[in-house]
C-alpha cells in the first residue's frame, strides 16, 4: 500500500487514461509533499502544477479545485487504511497475529508516508463539511477494526477502553513526521512497532 490513492484503471484502461491516472497520481503525491511542507492555505493551484511539470489551469482537468485535491488525498489515504488492514485481519490466524500485522502496517504506512499524516493533523478542517464527515466516518472505521481485535485479546475491557488504547497507539505511530526523519528507518520500526504492541497488549 502506498498510502496515496492508487492510479485508478491504469494498467487496463486507453494510453490517455493512463497517462491521465498517472498524472493525477503525480498531483496527489506532490500535493502531500506541499501541504506538508507549506500547509494548504500556503499551496496554490499554479505550485501543484509546477510541481508535475504541467499549468496551474492544468490542474483542473484533474480535480475541480485545490480543495477537491486535499479531499482526494485524505480520503483516499482513509479507504486504503480500511482495505489495508482489513486484508491483514482476514488474513491472520488469530487476534493476537492479527494485532502484529495491524501494528506492522500502520508503522510501514507511517514511515512511508509522514507527509500525509502531517497534512491529516493540520488541514483536515479545510475540508468541506461533506468530505470532512467521509474523512471521519472512514477513521471510525479503521479504529474499530482495531478495537474489535483487541476485544478478542481483553474480552473483559470495556471497547471504551479498548478504543483510547488504540488512539493513543495511533499517536505513538503518526509520530514519524516530527521523531523520525533524521533516524534510520529500521531502528525508528523497531522501537514503534515494540513500544505499539507493548501498550496493546497490556
Known sequence: MSGLPEAVGATSATPRSRAKAVRREGLLVAAAALFARSGFNGVSI??????????????????????AVLAALLIGVSEDLIGGGQAVVDGSPDAASALAGLVRFHVDFALRDPDVIQVQDRDLDQLGDDDRHRVRALQRSYVELWVDVLHQLHPTVDPSMLRIRAHATFGLMNSTPHSAAASPPDQVRAVLEGMALTALRS
Open 46 to 67: 499554479e505550485d501543484l502544477g509546477a510541481a508535475v511539470g504541467v499549468s496551474g489551469p492544468a490542474v483542473y482537468r484533474h480535480f475541480s479545485g485545490k480543495q
